[in-house]
């Protein structure tokens, strides 16, 4: 099985050590809420808000938080979030995938836009990047949860495509249609998973040396720091050598 992705490796040990625990929170409330109010408040008849409810688990974020930005979509003063997906190119010619829900579809665009210009990249038209990534659903289980050999045979019987092991856990992979009936699998055989998620994964990757790595991890934060940002995909790639350095 091929190795987890370097640059997500990368990000989440950075991200560990400065994450701000109050935006992240506030990013996952706005997905519980929009998908609350899009598909309505109950999880067991809406696989968004489940989704997002279990994403927000495996952040720590407290019950009542959640709680509260489920009921928030029953209020007639909430706010109408748009769903708007923006790609282009960063330092080295990385592909890039960006994910927010804004209020202010003007606002956001002009500071994607203004990030990616300023770290050397480019904002591009939507489907300009994304035929680089197919979009699936990652369910991730820590190193406890068993051998490769015992992942990879439960993944095969849930019906999922791929698995990727490495210091961090296991990544299991699947359509991204399939995440409930392969995560209802994955319980009965595994207990519950450490995060259930959508995801942009690149088809192949580009190599990047550190100068233009570190270019684009700072473009990443930049963009990740933004309050209508929910998520950031790129295809980089880094020797071993190159992410000990980044990692360090």
Known sequence: MAGHSQFKNIMHRKGAQDAKRSKIFAKLAREVTVAAKIGGMDPAMNA???????????ENMPKDNIDRAVKKAAGAD???????????????????????????????????????????????????????????GEISYPLSAGSNDALVEAAIEA??????????????????????????????????????????????????????????????????DDDDVQNVYTNMEVSDEVAAKLAG
């Open 78 to 136: 909430t706010e109408n979030f748009d769903e708007v997906r923006y790609e282009g190119y960063g330092p080295g010619g990385t592909a890039v995938i960006v994910e927010a829900l804004t209020d202010n579809r003007n606002r956001t665009a002009s500071v994607v836009r203004s990030i990616f210009t300023k770290a050397g990249g480019a904002l591009g038209e939507t489907g300009s990047v994304g035929f680089m990534f197919d979009r699936l």
């Open 48 to 58: 968004r808000l489940r989704l997002a409810i279990l994403n927000a688990r495996a």
């Open 159 to 224: 019906g999922a495509d791929d698995v990727e092991s490495d210091e961090e856990g296991h990544f299991i992979y699947c359509a991204f249609e399939s995440i409930g009936e392969v995560v209802k699998a994955l319980e009965a055989s595994l207990g519950a998973a450490a995060s259930i998620k959508s995801v942009w994964k690149p088809k192949t990757t580009s190599n990047l040396d550190e100068e233009k790595a570190q270019s684009l991890m700072k473009m990443v934060d930049l963009l990740e």
